[in-house]
């Protein structure tokens, strides 16, 4: 593939020489308002890297993952205090705009939802959107080889991105995602509503992404961060039902040898 | 083990099928409530048609000269429909010229960009506008709309009655109409669509235009197909604003009566009901039925084709 394409992977290879961690949380604090879901989380992101967020239902990880690209702002009610920093700026300071942050740091969300247009048009969306002035039908090609759907759809790009199995349009958000080059994808439990197999295909996928991207993921299933991450912070719930960090930690230290004894019972099953 | 009674009837023996006397009488009354309505358009349809057959049975008309003349006189035997026809059609571009730009906007507010409390309090107030009786949006036309286009273009431009007006006016019935069908339509979008093209980093605009109006896109040609329709059949604004008399005219400036504003002021007189006169009207009401008739078709065809099914 072409010079354009060349030039997305070198920006991509300057920008993150520079600094190790990608993000950082400092005393966050997440509200929608009066209830407290995120309470004082300090924790930081590792550049080209897959970090899992795990912990029982209801204990705010989407919430909190949906705060790296201010996707909460569209809640009613929702607010934050304390800082998100992406390479060392804070996301919430006054003169920064959501609208370049989701550019920077993408996302994929829990029930496949393409746009109801074709597969070609749901990639370039957001392109266009950008104002890229490159080679559409190279983008295209681009995003879903490096989504691993190429092979399937390049003879029905002009078919609706609905008429995809599951899997396939989960795989068709993550292009859709890629599309845009972004630096970070957050995932917030991209495989949930998949069968087995189609969950595989996507684990695979994040391995592979991560050589690019600094992926986060939220998932339930223990297996799958043990499977796909580096990372794994463990949250749980408080008294008041607001979401704390219990436990952060390389993969196989946290999964073998977990320090705290909540996060034991939580990977044992022995609640959760 | 021994069976504890909970309150439930005695179980009956085996799984025979049941009698239900309710669901029966439901279904019946369902079935004929749906079947009242197809009666009534056979019947109204019937009635257009006798009548209007009686019409063009009359040695002078012939159904060429109706669709294609350019006078209609009903005392020396003209019967061309198409003055009648143009300035419906006038007032009918006025209306949605009004009502679709404004009324697609509103929407968008309301649906997009308004905060819930807002929306509370607009969405009421659109719905009174659409209950104003019809008789006074014409006077309203007469006295308010019509000296107004007066003052700005002058007094020789602007006859008194004048299909502007009577356009214009109907454009501010319609919009509140096509404006809560289209914000339905836009609701309707599932928000996994909205936060999709949030994420990709669209701005609220873009989400807006190129996500939730696509997508919504069958339900707000229907919006519009409704709000024209409405406009062609409205009667009270374009009979009183309008003018009174048949008026082959492109000029909006000038008075016009439309296919409505004629049936209502000859029924409205004394009429004997075997004379041609009275049998025209329904030539007319017939016309009318089937360019609302045609308007539903294309506009069905036209929603098939631009429809973004996301379900």
Known sequence: MTHTIEKIKTQRIKVSEKLVYVLETKKLNIYYDDFRAISEVNMKIERNKVTAIIGPSGCGKSTLLRSFNRMNELVQGSRISGEVLFHGQNLYAPDVDPVEVRHRIGMVFQKPNPFPKSIYENIAWGARVHGFKGNMDELVEYSLRQAALWEEVKDILDHSGLALSGGQQQRLCIARALAVQPEVILMDEPASALDPISTLHIEDLIRELSNHYTILIVTHNMQQAARVSDFTAFFNMNGDRSGYLVEYDNTNQLFTMPKNKLTEDYITGRFG | ?311
């Open chain 2, 1 to 311: 083990m021994e069976q504890i009674a909970l309150g439930y009837p005695k179980s009956r023996n085996g799984l025979k099928r049941r009698f239900r006397v309710g669901e029966n009488a439901i279904l019946a009354l369902l079935f004929i409530s749906g079947v009242f309505s197809i009666f009534t358009t056979i019947g109204i349809v019937y009635e257009l048609g006798k009548e209007a057959l009686l019409f063009f049975r009359t040695p002078n008309v012939d159904l060429w000269s109706f669709l294609s003349g350019t006078q209609w006189q009903p005392h020396i035997d003209k019967f061309g429909i198409l003055p009648l026809f143009t300035s419906t059609l006038i007032t009918s571009l006025f209306a949605m010229l009004i009502a679709a730009p404004l009324g697609m906007g509103a929407a968008i507010y309301l649906s997009e960009y308004a905060s819930e409390k807002v929306r509370g309090f607009l969405k009421p107030i659109l719905e009174i506008l659409a209950g104003i009786p019809t008789i006074v949006y014409g006077y309203f036309a007469l006295t308010f709309m019509t000296p107004l286009l007066r003052t700005i273009f002058g007094r020789d431009v602007v006859e008194i009655y004048n299909t502007a007006s009577a356009g214009l006016v109907m454009g501010i019935l319609i919009l509140p109409m096509i404006a809560s069908m289209a914000e339905d339509a836009l609701s309707a979008v599932p928000n996994a669509l909205r936060e999709a093209a949030y994420g990709l980093g669209g701005t609220k605009l873009e989400v807006a235009l190129k996500v939730v109006v696509p997508a919504a896109i069958s339900g707000i040609a229907a919006a519009f197909i409704v709000g024209i329709s409405r406009a062609i059949g409205e009667t009270m604004i374009v009979a009183v604003a309008a003018g009174a008399g048949p008026n082959f005219t492109f000029n909006p400036f000038k008075g016009a009566e439309t296919m409505t504003g004629h049936i209502v002021r000859i029924s409205g007189g004394d009429l004997s009901y075997d004379s041609i006169d009275y049998n025209s009207i329904f030539a007319i009401g017939l016309m009318l039925f089937f360019v609302t008739l045609t308007l539903n078709l294309i506009s069905q065809q036209v929603v098939r084709r631009f429809r973004e099914v996301y379900e």
